[in-house]
């Protein structure tokens, strides 16, 4: 229900063990298929003792972890895709800022379970002008008033020098936004 980028726990190291042990075998297997797959593949990936282990696989990026990751990215990402669809990513360098990405997902009650939707968002006008705000489950009745469509109604996500500083950013716009039976966890990139 939230993510934040750069993960405090991630080297070089272990970076090297996630290509060598889980990405670089499943794109030699789907090389061994002839199955040519040119985009995004996304290893929702669990590290525990160290190890990392696969939660899944996604043929796309990640929700909400795209939207902590590309605000971070210096290199312009249709660079990315163009370089990827002409075979031609070994050429490219990508960069990524030294900033902090703090996003964090607000829910409608009940989610992932049963939940209701069509209620009004206040708010959205209030929010810091640094802040992202990635709308997920949202529509616009005639009137132009954003109302709750889904389970994941929005993301907000802020940038800063350090984790406190995005995470203190991001929590200080979520409390300007009301909708009936919302929910976000409190505790996103929260460390003791």
């Excluded at 607000?106 to 939707?117: D, E, I, N």
């Amino acid at each position: 229900m939230g993510s934040y980028s750069p993960p405090r726990f991630y080297n070089k190291v272990l970076g090297k063990i996630i290509m060598k042990t889980i990405m670089e075998p499943v794109i030699l297997a789907m090389a061994d298929e002839k199955r040519l797959y040119k985009g995004a593949l996304y290893g929702g990936l669990m590290i525990t003792n160290k190890v990392p282990k696969v939660i899944e696989f996604n043929a796309r990026l990640g929700d909400p972890e795209a939207q902590v990751v590309l605000p971070r990215l210096k290199t312009d990402l249709l660079d990315i895709m163009l370089a990827i669809v002409e075979n031609r990513l070994d050429k490219i360098n990508i960069e990524f800022n030294n900033n902090v990405c703090v996003g964090v997902v607000m829910a409608s009650g009940g989610y992932p379970g049963a939940f209701k939707t069509g209620f009004p968002v206040f708010g959205l006008d209030d929010i810091d002008k640094d802040i992202m705000v990635f709308h997920a489950g949202t529509r616009t009745n005639p009137e132009g008033q954003v109302l709750t469509r889904g389970g994941r109604v929005l993301t907000l996500a802020a940038t800063g020098k350090s984790l406190a500083d995005a995470r203190k950013k991001v929590y200080k716009n979520i409390a300007r936004i009301k909708f009936e039976d919302c929910y976000f966890r409190k505790d996103i990139a929260l460390f003791k």
